[in-house]
């Protein structure tokens, strides 16, 4: 098993940049695959982005593409979300997310664990 604690959120201007981080729990860290969600306040939980276990493969969300990065620093048991250029429409809160049975997917019930979630507001 594995407990997620998401930091980084904040209030930021239209164009900022913010880096989220995702503490992991637990020294298999390795074997899970992760991911970012966001939801916003009426709205679905939403894919962002994922990472694969060997943090090799990667997928973004079309509306996050060239803005976000996600990465993952196994000897941390962490994984980032870099976004730049942010948008007042990425105002959310950002989950994390692992799973140790698929590697990279975009489906929110693949995942078994999940973080709390950190607020992000972009201000216009």
């Known amino acids: 098993q594995v407990q997620l604690v998401e930091s980084g959120g904040g209030l930021v201007q239209a164009g900022g940049s913010l880096r989220l981080s995702c503490a992991a729990s637990g020294r298999t860290f390795s074997t899970y695959a992760t991911g970012w969600f966001r939801q916003a306040p009426g709205k679905e939980r939403e894919f962002v982005a994922a990472?694969?276990?060997?943090?090799?493969?990667?997928l973004y969300a079309d509306s996050v593409k060239g803005r976000f990065t996600i990465s993952r620093d196994n000897a941390k048991n962490t994984v980032y979300l870099q976004m730049n250029n942010l948008k007042p429409e990425d105002t959310a809160v950002y989950y994390c997310a692992a799973n140790r049975i698929v590697d990279v997917t975009t489906t929110p019930l693949s995942y078994e664990y999940w973080g709390q979630g950190t607020q992000v507001t972009v201000s216009s």
């Open positions: 990472k694969g276990r060997s943090g090799g493969s990667t």
